[in-house]
């Protein structure tokens, strides 16, 4: 027989990991449609390569800033959404019944 807390924990579990999966959902969607920016954490220089003489610039730093950043916000956001779903299945655990039939 199963307790009342298991049950009401594994329900806690199973909102509080769908809750963490619409959140990174919602954070990626802003971020990869430019409604928000993601965290600068990368100050990369502007890439000039010289050619006769003058240097001419291959890529801007700010644009290397804005993929990295975007990378890792995207690999930050998915590590949550996993760690949500993993948290969701435990609260599925405790929520469902285990029976376990033994056949003679």
Do not use: Q
Not at 43 to 52: A, G, K, L, R
Not at 74 to 96: C, Q, V
């Amino acid at each position: 027989m199963e307790s009342k807390y298991e049950k009401v924990i594994g329900y806690i579990l199973l909102v509080v990991g769908v809750v963490m999966i619409l959140i990174s959902v919602y954070f990626m969607f802003n971020v990869f449609t430019g409604t928000t920016t993601p965290p600068r954490l990368f100050n990369f220089p502007d890439i000039y390569i010289t050619v006769s003489g003058e240097p001419t610039l291959i890529l801007h730093g700010e644009e290397m800033n804005k993929i990295f950043a975007m990378i890792f916000w995207y690999l930050l956001m998915f590590f949550i959404m996993m760690a949500g779903g993993r948290i969701a299945s435990l609260g599925i655990n405790l929520i469902r019944e285990i029976r376990v039939e033994v056949k003679k």
